[in-house]
């Protein structure tokens, strides 16, 4: 029924930190159980492969984290993780996918995805996929449009334009820009026009058809995966693509190629997507008690007057609280965050400080 | 220079519930050093024995804390460990004290203290106990009447009658009542008069004195006791207090002695005296940083935005917050806690609840 050489590629190298203390330098957000029984990528990859079989699917991931993915993901073929030799932005790791799947199929065209984020409809973003496949097939570079829940500031916007063909369920616009993360008054008028999508990292496109597009708009990185794709089926791959990988430039998919090709369209979906940001926005995704509050882990917790709280606990640790309203309170073995949701985003600043001071053992 | 008749007696049973979770079963609030480098017991030997040697010290302890008070105050004689099979209270501890005094030495005055409070000024405080002393040889049940630093209703109050004599710096007076804990209007009335003082459940009295008033007021103790004190010197002493404090009722100095007797005397102290109740009223005992902030214990913390807390955390554990304001945080390697200064009180609440549910772990 899909397309038989539509591929998925996950990237799986993000970092978290404001999902600190839990999401660490050795088990980042996409490897942990935030949501659910399941890790973010295992939701991610059992997302997609009702369309896409496993041996379809790519996962792009760091080095220190590939045997993470192996235990994670164990019926993904070996040869389908592919090994950054370090992060340089989604624009090199989506070209580097792009270049092994030319390798293997001249027919190829990859959907492209983050692995740490919440999608709650799959059927719904599967139905998307397909339809986004079927528009790169004329050309495209095809983005997801999340429509926006509320006039969030902290996202890129997308301005859909002409109404192109899609599949009878699912419509597809050109897009006629990429707006940046927008001031308040800003974004309430996105959202009020209709116009407007989140831009949720979501790609759908022909490898030729990105190929060329990073051959026009970062012709460094280009050059860089030739030199990458010429080296892969020898000894050489791991040489050359450190080598490459010292030169490539740091970009992202937006910056470096959406912002700047000609050719792009938007498949506007409505899928329960969250990109589970921060404590806070992780606490609203899931069921709350009869006391309003969300408790987490395998440690134990007894709460006093309190309310709308996230507490997480492990081992058999015991948490308890007097008189907290609306509080993040995340308990690991080796360190603590407590802070009120509102401050949930400046936990980005507890591990900047960290980094500043260099207790490493924390990050 | 002091009166060589003139005995210590520590009480160490206490519990301290509302510093939980560093006060636990095992290592109650006396046993901790949570006002500096020694644990309040040892504190509260070191103040006294400039005055009162080590051979003249008693302290009267539980069986499970025998080890403890062996440990932290090596010197004393192991005689001077009075082991109590279970808490009855004040009154039958400072009776069992007052026994084995009397066969030890039929001219002996006794200073009852808990070994769990903060007194800042400790030169001030052995004065008054001399002065105390010399009071006591007429008769009287002495206490100690704190001077209030402001009106607590958390305390009971002792109002003061005529002088009687003192020393020459330290003058005494009449009980004229005892006053139990007070509302907020009666306790500013209390303190606007400058005649009421904090009772501080510090006494002084000859053994005689006390062990008559035991006989009045408390006769099935007097009783429970003499038998006690029969059997002290002889293989039997275990099982005869075992019998005696299955038999006790449970009371304490105050409702069942002092409120009732006639010949009570009160030497007012300014001493910088503490009961170092809850987390909230310890934290004001320490010195801050310039964040107006107490951070204890050995572990690491980093506090953004964060004013007028108290951060307890061991080991290694490092505390982070955000945006926190008069909080008390206290992180042990199986409990946290975590609650606003106000509900420190609260903290009591917690114990109970978990004694309740039988997580006998966590007490």
């Known amino acids: 029924m899909t397309d038989r050489h539509l591929y998925a590629v996950i990237m799986a190298g993000g970092i978290g930190s ?23 990528l295992q939701d991610t990859v059992e997302r997609i492969t009702p369309s896409i079989p496993m041996e379809r699917v790519l996962i792009v991931v760091g080095q220190e984290h590939t045997e993470t993915v192996r235990s994670q993901v164990p019926d993904l073929p070996v040869d389908n993780i592919l090994v950054e030799p370090g992060p340089r932005g989604t624009a090199p790791c989506a070209g580097l996918a792009a270049v092994v799947l030319a390798g293997r ?30 528009i790169a097939q004329d050309g495209y570079l095809v983005t997801l449009g999340i429509a926006p829940a ?13 109404l192109l063909q899609g599949t009878d369920a699912v419509p597809a616009y050109r897009v006629r820009r990429f707006a940046e ?34 051959g026009t708009h970062l012709p460094k990185l280009a050059t860089e995966l030739q030199a990458v794709a010429a080296a892969w089926e020898t000894p050489r791959r791991g040489e050359a693509l450190a080598s490459a990988w010292s030169h490539v430039p740091r970009t992202t998919i937006d910056y470096g190629i959406m912002e700047k090709a000609a050719r792009i369209a938007v498949v506007p979906v409505d899928i329960g997507w969250d990109d589970v940001g921060n404590w806070a926005t992780l606490s609203r995704l899931l069921e709350a008690n009869e006391q309003t509050n969300v408790l987490h882990g395998s440690g134990r917790s007894l ?3 309190t309310k709308g709280s996230y507490i997480y606990s492990s081992g058999r640790k015991l948490v308890t609280t007097i008189g907290l309203e609306g509080f993040v309170v995340i308990d690991t073995p080796d360190a603590l965050l407590i802070c009120p949701k509102e401050h949930a985003e400046e936990v980005r600043d507890i591990v900047n400080r960290l980094k500043e001071e260099g207790l490493e053992e924390y990050l």
């Open 18 to 40: 404001r999902l600190w203390p839990r999401s660490r330098k050795a088990t980042p957000k996409q490897f942990l159980d935030l949501l659910g029984p399941r890790t973010m």
């Open 105 to 134: 199929d001249a027919e190829a065209t990859m959907a492209v995805f983050p692995a740490d984020h919440r999608i709650a409809d799959a059927a719904g973003f599967r139905k998307a996929i397909t339809a986004a496949d079927r």
């Open 150 to 162: 509320y006039p969030h500031t902290g996202y890129g916007y997308i301005q859909r334009g002409d």
């Open 181 to 214: 993360k927008p001031d308040a008054e800003t974004a309430q008028e996105f959202v009020r026009t209709g116009k407007y999508y989140w831009n949720g990292g979501i790609f759908v496109w022909k490898v030729a058809t990105i190929l060329a597009a990073i």
């Open 303 to 305: 709460l006093l007057d």
